[in-house]
């Protein structure tokens, strides 16, 4: 059956493999990012575009009411838009942390308020939750971004009950080291916060880490485009996908560890 699907962070990485499988698969698509430039190959396969920043409600109500003009409905909501600004806590300005939780939480959490009610009346729908194996444990210069990502668990935990009367799924997506832009923005964040000061020794260690996990072990976006493929498709989807490079085994390691054991395993990993 096509399905109506909402995209968001679609121009690149997850969102942008996630579009293509989903055209390829016969549904109907819209992408949504900021940079529309960046989609034309997107729109030259089929998907219609929408200029969206998650932090700007007009964009968001806009984008949403625009698909119910032209298609009556939404199936699904694919939440990706998101980022991961690294430093240490004493040096994040408070401005960069409300900044990362309006795109990854509160941008997020509006949309799906926008679509819930049209969900609602046609008695379906399914909202994935693009989360991360780091919504299950912390790491140094990590706290903005991994507390964005506990969010995002406890609040996809919380509507999961609520909807379900209404017919509706909640689903989290955990990607693991997945080849995209992320990396990139994360480390650069990292070195240019903690890289000068008291934090500078861990620092430069952690983003040696990020260059070897992901340039050399990290997994291609299609995998994460799959899970959410599948969580779209399925009857009866999982609650959760754990996918890509180190997802499972962390996750699996944090469940078994102690904290202090967890910790120890977080140093080993930067050396």
Do not use: C
């Amino acid at each position: 059956m096509n399905k109506i699907v909402l995209v968001t962070g679609a121009s690149a990485g997850i969102g942008a493999a996630t579009v293509k499988m989903l055209l390829e698969h016969g549904h109907t698509v819209y992408a949504a990012a900021r940079r529309v430039e960046r989609m034309t190959e997107l729109e030259s396969l089929g998907a219609k575009l929408l200029g969206m920043d998650v932090t700007d409600d007009e964009a968001i109500q806009r984008g949403v009411q625009q698909i119910i003009n032209a298609e009556g409905r939404i199936d699904a909501l694919v939440n990706n838009a998101g980022y991961g600004s690294y430093g240490s806590l004493e040096e994040v300005p408070m401005s960069e942390a409300k900044y990362q939780f309006e795109v990854n939480v509160f941008g997020l959490a509006r949309l799906t308020q926008l679509v819930i009610p049209y969900m609602r009346k046609q008695g379906s729908g399914r909202i994935i939750n693009i989360s991360s194996m780091g919504g299950v444990f912390g790491e140094p210069h990590g706290s903005w971004y991994h507390a964005t990502k506990y969010a995002v668990e406890g609040l996809s935990d919380s509507i999961r009950m609520e909807l379900k009367q209404f017919g509706i799924d909640v689903v989290v997506i955990r990607p693991g080291a997945i080849k995209t832009e992320w990396n990139g923005i994360a480390k650069d964040n990292l070195l240019k916060v903690s890289g000068h000061g008291p934090y500078k020794e861990l620092a430069e260690k952690h983003a040696k880490m990020f260059d070897s996990a992901y340039s050399k072990m990290a997994s291609e976006p299609i995998v994460v485009a799959r899970a959410i493929t599948k969580a779209i498709e399925s009857n009866r989807p999982r609650t959760r996908y754990a996918i890509g490079q180190g997802a499972k085994i962390t996750i699996f390691l944090r469940w078994l560890l102690s904290d202090r054991a967890m910790d120890r395993v977080m140093k080993m990993m930067m050396g």
